[in-house]
Nanobody
Framework: QVQLVESGGGVVQAGDSLRLSCAAS????????MAWFRQDSGKEREFVAA????????QYADSVAGRFTISRDNAKNTVYLQMNSLNPEDTAVYYC???????????????????????WGQGTQVTVSS
């Protein structure tokens, strides 16, 4: 049974930093592409960042590029999202997602599409006050 458990969310002020973690179990973690998505109330879920199984390839949404960094530790079955210079527009529930089919170089371009991911965590709330 695959489980993805996010942690690290909280309430911070604009300009602060947070690091989210997602611990995975029940899957061959090093074979899976991992991603972070977010969803604010009343809005559609949006792509934040993705990382290939090796960690050598990453993708970012334009809105977070240069502020957020996705990384992974395959020995710990964990993916991270370091979020710097947070602003109120970053307020959302952040979800971790995993999929094996988009982990290949021929399918990596699909990593921004939430419909491609088979496994999801329960989410962690991030609230940024101005």
């Amino acid at each position: 049974q695959v489980q993805l458990v996010e942690s690290g969310g909280g309430v911070v002020q604009a300009g602060d930093s947070l690091r989210l973690s997602c611990a995975a179990s029940g899957l061959s973690f090093s074979s899976y592409a991992m991603a972070w998505f977010r969803q604010d109330s009343g809005k559609e879920r949006e792509f934040v960042a993705a990382i290939a199984p090796s960690g050598r390839s990453t993708q970012y949404a334009d809105s977070v590029a240069g502020r957020f960094t996705i990384s992974r530790d395959n020995a710990k079955n964990t993916v991270y999202l370091q979020m710097n210079s947070l602003n109120p527009e970053d307020t959302a529930v952040y979800y971790c997602a995993a999929d094996r089919q988009i982990a290949y170089s021929s399918t990596w371009y699909r990593a921004r599409n939430d419909l491609e991911y088979n496994y999801w965590g329960q989410g962690t709330q991030v609230t940024v006050s101005s």
